[in-house]
């Protein structure tokens, strides 16, 4: 397994590779759908693509944020929340033990610790790792661990929403985010060795469309133009192709 920071790093890195000419991170990266993806907040989304390191957070605080989180972005076919009840019930867990968790949680959150930001200001820089949290009581730094009761809750949880334990719950943001870039990632080289990928794809129709208002009547003109010479040039090729096939066939 690739280390977490290094990995994330490397695939940001073969992502602005690949982006190419006239088009900008921000054009390839959406952040409100990695985040719905990773279960990683909006806005340590952006620290993390910017580089910074998150802020800490207690372990057991984040399995619970990611619970809600995916009773809210993963909905059942019919648009509303899966229930509690139906939850708890696929890992053999009473409604009570679940909602009581989340809501216990909600209530008194975990102290979070500053942004790698906030502790440059301060001349703190580099003294907290990003997975210790302080102790309520007495302001000393513990790490953040899962176990136990937590442990087999997290794998239920999982195995209902991605059909098996998967550590989803619990990953570090940088890991999360990383594997949500993957797809971002692969999209991208389809379209490094196929150019016409990008077009071919939903979103590249939809970034194509969404742009439209912005041309001149000339330039959209011209846009269309292109796409209609490459489908022809495209369909030519393709019936010579047949033809070709054909005459084989017949030689035969």
Same mark, same amino acid.
């Given at each position: 397994?690739?280390?977490?920071?290094?990995?994330? $790093?490397?695939?940001?890195?073969?992502?602005?590779?690949?982006?190419?000419?006239?088009?900008?991170?921000?054009?390839?990266?959406?952040?409100? @759908?990695?985040?719905?993806?990773?279960?990683?907040?909006? !806005? =340590?989304?952006?620290?993390? *693509?910017?580089?910074?390191? #998150?802020?800490?957070?207690?372990?057991?605080? /984040?399995?619970?944020?990611?619970?809600?989180?995916?009773?809210?972005?993963?909905?059942?076919? !019919?648009?509303?929340?899966?229930?509690?009840?139906?939850?708890? $019930?696929?890992?053999?867990?009473?409604?009570?033990?679940?909602?009581?968790?989340?809501?216990?949680?909600?209530?008194?959150?975990?102290? +979070?610790?500053?942004?790698?930001?906030? *502790?440059?200001? @301060?001349?703190?820089?580099?003294?907290?790792?990003?997975? &210790?949290?302080?102790? @309520? @009581?007495?302001?000393?730094?513990?790490?953040? /661990?899962?176990?136990? #009761? *937590?442990?087999?809750?997290? $794998?239920?949880?999982?195995? %209902? %929403? %991605?059909? &098996?334990?998967?550590?989803?719950?619990?990953?570090?943001?940088?890991?999360?985010?990383?594997?949500?870039? +993957?797809?971002?990632?692969?999209?991208?080289?389809?379209?490094? =060795?196929?150019?016409?990928?990008?077009?071919?794809?939903?979103?590249?129709?939809?970034?194509?469309?969404?742009?439209? #208002?912005?041309?001149?009547?000339?330039?959209?003109?011209?846009?269309?133009?292109?796409?209609?010479?490459? *489908?022809?040039? /495209?369909?030519?090729?393709?019936? /010579?192709?047949?033809?070709?096939?054909?005459?084989?066939?017949?030689?035969?």
């Amino acid at each position: 397994m690739r280390e977490t920071r290094p990995a994330l $790093a490397e695939t940001l890195s073969r992502i602005g590779s690949l982006i190419g000419d006239g088009r900008s991170r921000d054009d390839v990266l959406d952040v409100e @759908q990695l985040s719905n993806e990773s279960g990683v907040p909006r !806005d =340590v989304v952006r620290m993390l *693509l910017d580089g910074e390191e #998150p802020p800490a957070e207690d372990i057991t605080d /984040r399995i619970v944020r990611r619970i809600v989180h995916l009773r809210e972005t993963r909905l059942r076919p !019919d648009g509303t929340r899966h229930s509690y009840d139906e939850i708890a $019930a696929s890992y053999g867990a009473s409604r009570a033990s679940l909602s009581n968790l989340v809501n216990s949680r909600r209530k008194t959150p975990s102290p +979070q610790m500053p942004s790698r930001q906030a *502790l440059s200001r @301060q001349g703190l820089s580099g003294q907290v790792p990003s997975e &210790q949290v302080p102790s @309520q @009581q007495t302001g000393e730094r513990r790490p953040a /661990r899962s176990g136990g #009761p *937590l442990a087999s809750t997290q $794998a239920g949880i999982e195995t %209902f %929403f %991605f059909g &098996q334990p998967n550590g989803w719950l619990s990953a570090e943001p940088q890991t999360s985010l990383d594997n949500a870039l +993957q797809s971002v990632l692969h999209g991208l080289e389809r379209e490094a =060795v196929d150019p016409m990928a990008r077009l071919r794809g939903t979103h590249g129709l939809r970034e194509l469309a969404a742009r439209a #208002p912005q041309l001149a009547e000339e330039e959209l003109q011209l846009v269309t133009d292109w796409i209609d010479t490459i *489908l022809q040039r /495209r369909n030519a090729q393709r019936v /010579r192709g047949s033809g070709s096939d054909s005459s084989h066939t017949e030689g035969h």
